[in-house]
């Protein structure tokens, strides 16, 4: 099976920046599509970002613009590089992976996911 491991979060001020890495191993990644999800206290886990097997990407509206997802597949690692983050970004900041068989888009709903790492908590604060 796949294994995922986010880290990189942390405490960071308004408009501040933080990039996570989210390492993978156990399967070539190159059949993967990977998504960036988050959840703050009370809610539901919401969809951030994603990367399909192909590099093509998708955002939530709300991190367009100030969220940039990548992959290195030779490095089994995706990367998920947060701007001008806000106080309304706080939260578990997940990592997940979906095994695909043909080319296709990714997308930034949780039930299409198979692989989840543990988190990594990212808060905005001043």
């Known amino acids: 099976q796949l294994q995922l491991v986010e880290s990189g979060g942390g405490l960071v001020q308004p408009g501040g920046s933080l990039r996570l890495d989210c390492g993978a191993s156990?399967?070539?990644?190159?059949?993967?599509?990977f998504g960036w999800f988050r959840q703050a206290p009370g809610k539901e886990r919401e969809g951030v970002s994603c990367?399909?097997?192909?590099?093509?990407?998708n955002y939530a509206d709300s991190v367009k613009g100030r969220f940039t997802i990548s992959r290195d597949n030779a490095k089994n690692t995706v990367y998920l590089e947060l701007n001008g983050l806000r106080p309304e970004d706080t939260g578990i900041y997940y990592c997940?992976?979906?095994?695909?068989?043909?080319?296709?888009?990714?997308?930034?709903?949780?039930?299409?996911?198979?692989?989840w790492g543990q988190g990594t908590q990212v808060t905005v604060s001043s």
């Open positions: 990367i399909s097997s192909t590099g093509g990407t």
């Open positions: 156990g399967s070539i990644l190159d059949y993967y599509n």
């Open positions: 997940a992976a979906a095994r695909v068989f043909l080319q296709a888009m990714c997308t930034i709903t949780p039930g299409r996911y198979d692989y």
